[in-house]
């Protein structure tokens, strides 16, 4: 499995900006469909957004659409979450997740290895 570490979450005013990066150990990044998830206090953990291991499509939840953007740099084997135009509905801890050659997916329970999360905030 690839360790995965989370990094780039704060506090941000709504309407905002945050870079979220996930760096991944080993020699095979580039073999892993990538995922965001987030998990707000006293919900479940939903899907973000996801990146294919290869050709690089991308999948969106429909609240994130045209706000946030994923990509990947596999030579410094890193995933990207671009978040723009914050809400407060955004605020949640943020994990990435690895599926080695998986397909585009929504179900966490497609992906294999998580980070430890990173917070992030947006105030009103």
């Known amino acids: 499995q690839v360790q995965l570490v989370e990094s780039g979450g704060g506090l941000v005013q709504a309407g905002g900006s945050l870079r979220l990066s996930c760096g991944a150990s080993g020699r095979t990044f580039s073999s892993y469909t990538m995922g965001w998830f987030r998990q707000a206090p006293g919900k479940e953990r939903e899907f973000v957004a996801a990146?294919?291991?290869?050709?690089?499509?991308?999948y969106y939840a429909d609240s994130v659409k045209g706000r946030f953007i994923i990509s990947r740099d596999n030579a410094k084997n890193t995933v990207y979450l671009q978040m723009n135009s914050l809400k407060p509905e955004d605020t949640a801890v943020y994990y990435c997740a690895a599926d080695r050659y998986g397909q585009l997916s929504s179900r966490s329970t497609e992906f294999s290895s998580w980070g430890r999360g990173t917070q992030v905030t947006v105030s009103s």
């Open positions: 990146i294919m291991w290869s050709g690089g499509s991308t």
